[in-house]
């Protein structure tokens, strides 16, 4: 699964619509810019079975344009592979991660370490909230607070 000689990672949230798309694409454009994209692999997933195969949520998509970020992302639930493929497996809040690590105790040979991304924010916002019941304004702070996160994960993991 990864890239050769590279690393991997997989964001994760709720019903991978709104949070994790825009990490995702988020991060591959920011490894892209760096030049170091080929060296990642990249992919984004959920914790429920709700959203299989759906587009981004317009209002993240919409998002994501104004900061000249296209995504083909389509929803897909997370695998059991995906525990032992993934080098990393960020996620967004509090409920993702029990869901996470649950499932990864079931798992003999996960290798995946799963955090929360904001762990690496540096302003410190612990918990990604679900803008899906929000307005724009909540999907651009989701946006912000994935660029700080992003930034700083692939600081320490290039």
């Not at 699964?1 to 920011?30: D, Q």
């Not at 410190?124 to 994960?153: M, N, W």
Request: aromatic residues 8%; contains cysteine; glycine residues 6%.
């Amino acid at each position: 699964m990864a890239a050769p000689g590279g690393r991997s990672v997989l964001f994760v949230c709720l019903g991978n619509i709104c949070r994790s798309p825009i990490a995702e694409a988020v991060f591959r454009k920011m490894a892209t810019d760096t030049g170091v994209v080929d060296k990642w692999v990249i992919d984004s997933g959920a914790t429920s079975d709700w959203n299989i195969g759906s587009t981004p949520d317009a209002r993240g998509l919409a998002c994501l344009r104004k900061h000249g970020i296209e995504t083909d992302h389509r929803a897909r639930q997370v695998t059991k592979d995906d525990f032992m493929t993934f080098d990393h497996i960020l996620c967004m809040d509090e409920s993702n991660l029990r869901d996470l690590n649950k499932k990864a105790s079931s798992i003999k040979n996960s290798k995946a370490k799963i955090e929360l991304l904001g762990s690496y924010d540096p302003e410190k916002q612990l918990i990604i909230q679900d803008p899906y019941y929000g307005s724009d304004k909540d999907f651009e702070t989701v946006y912000e607070q994935c660029v700080r996160c992003c930034k700083a994960f692939l600081e320490q993991h290039s």
